[in-house]
Structures are given as structure tokens and as C-alpha cells.
């Protein structure tokens, strides 16, 4: 079946623009993650998902990043007045969810993002 | 907060040799995850394990709970095992990662 897709796999902006990622987690899992990879790091957090709902939005840097899953399927994660160093490689990962004894994590090839 | 160390950051060894590369965390989880992820790749999950010892392919990873440390072991490495690979925990009752920054591993033909 289809693994964990991300759209658009590159995005180059300007400074104080609007963007949103889009990620289509595999069918059927219920949690989802966002996590963001700043060049030669590891990801860091961002937002998990649990169906529609935020379980735990802790990772958001600010006000700026905000992320939907409406009908607990599709994510949008959306970067308001873009800043240089929200460059960087953005993660989804979807998993069965807690509580199913599978928890491991599927991820997407990641969207780069580049704000000049 | 949890804190993930990996050693060694890089490590180049010649095709053939046994790798191993460690992982150590300062609060308890429910799980620990070696992930893989190659340049310009995507990243992709090799293990998950709360205890014990699994092994894939030439793949074996390790825990001891105790001591909050795990080691990923590869078997007769070859060229196509260089990549980056990363340790991440997850919490009870939360299942988001904490990672690592990640080991470089290079095998030399």
C-alpha cells in the first residue's frame, strides 16, 4: 500500500510569506506527527495528532505555525510571515496510534522548505 | 525533558567490519526506535523495542532499561549501510519522538 506522502517536496519562499505543507498519512492510522530537521540535526517536534484533534501541539515554536487534520486523515501545516530560519526539512510521520501495541512510526520523504 | 545522546557522531569502517553505535537517554520510556536515513532520503523506522534484543538481517538492535542504553549492531557491513542513523525515544502516555542527532555511518569497499 502506500506509505506516508508529503506535498509539495520543495518550497522555496520570500521572507513574510505564507506557506502550507500538505502530508497524507497511511490509511488507517490515526496519529500523525509533525516534526521539522534543521540541517545536520536530528527532527525535533513539532505537533501529534490523535484523529482531528491536537494531542499535543508543545513542539510549535510560536504563534506563526498552526496545523489542521479537519476529517483525521489529511494534515496541513501552515507557516504564517515566514522568517529565514524556518528553513529546513519538514517531517510527517503517522502511526496506528497508542493503545494498539504498534506505535511505530511511519514517515514521509519530508518537505524543504527554504525562506529567503 | 529527555535527553538522547548518540556516540560515536561519525564513524567511517571498512566493508566487512562489525558496527556499533550507542544510544543513551536520561528518562524512562515506553519505547526506543532506530530509524535510517540516507542523503537527501527519506528516514525509515529499523527497529522499535521496549526490551531485550531484536534482530533483522544483519540488523540486531539491543536494550537495557536499566541503565537507559541501547546499541545498534550491524553485521558484515557493506557500502550500501552508509547512511545516517538515528536513536528516538518515546514517553508514556505520549508517543512523540525525542531523537537524537544522529550517527554518520560511511563503510569504505
Known amino acids: 500500500g502506500a506509505g506516508v506522502s508529503q506535498t509539495p517536496s520543495n518550497k522555496v519562499t520570500e521572507k513574510g510569506k505564507y506557506v502550507e505543507l500538505r502530508c497524507d498519512p497511511i490509511?488507517?492510522?490515526?496519529?500523525l506527527y509533525w516534526y521539522r530537521q534543521s540541517l545536520g540535526q536530528g527532527p525535533e517536534f513539532l505537533i501529534y495528532?490523535?484523529?482531528?484533534?491536537?494531542?499535543?501541539d508543545s513542539g510549535l515554536p510560536n504563534d506563526r505555525f498552526f496545523a489542521v487534520r479537519p476529517e483525521g486523515s489529511v494534515s496541513t501545516l501552515k507557516i504564517q510571515r515566514t522568517e529565514r530560519g524556518d528553513s529546513a526539512v519538514y517531517l510527517c510521520a503517522s502511526s496506528l496510534g497508542p493503545g494498539t501495541g504498534d506505535n511505530e512510526q511511519f514517515f514521509g520523504p519530508g518537505t524543504r522548505l527554504t525562506v529567503l | 525533558k529527555n535527553e538522547v545522546e548518540q556516540s560515536p557522531q561519525n564513524l567511517t569502517a571498512q566493508e566487512g567490519e562489525f558496527i556499533t553505535i550507542n544510544c543513551s537517554y536520561s528518562?524512562?520510556?515506553?519505547?526506543l526506535h532506530w530509524l535510517q536515513q540516507h542523503p537527501g532520503g527519506g528516514i525509515v523506522s529499523l527497529f522499535m523495542l521496549s526490551s531485550g534484543k531484536k534482530k533483522h538481517g544483519r540488523l540486531i538492535a539491543t536494550i537495557n532499561i536499566q541503565e537507559k542504553h541501547s546499541s545498534l549492531h550491524i553485521t558484515a557491513s557493506h557500502p550500501r549501510d552508509s547512511a545516517v542513523y538515528i536513536c528516538a525515544v518515546s514517553g508514556f502516555g505520549n508517543e512523540k519522538l525525542t531523537f537524537g542527532t544522529g550517527t554518520r555511518l560511511t563503510i569504505i569497499p
Open positions: 490509511s488507517g492510522h490515526t496519529a
Open positions: 528518562v524512562g520510556i515506553s519505547a
Open positions: 495528532f490523535q484523529g482531528t484533534g491536537a494531542a499535543d
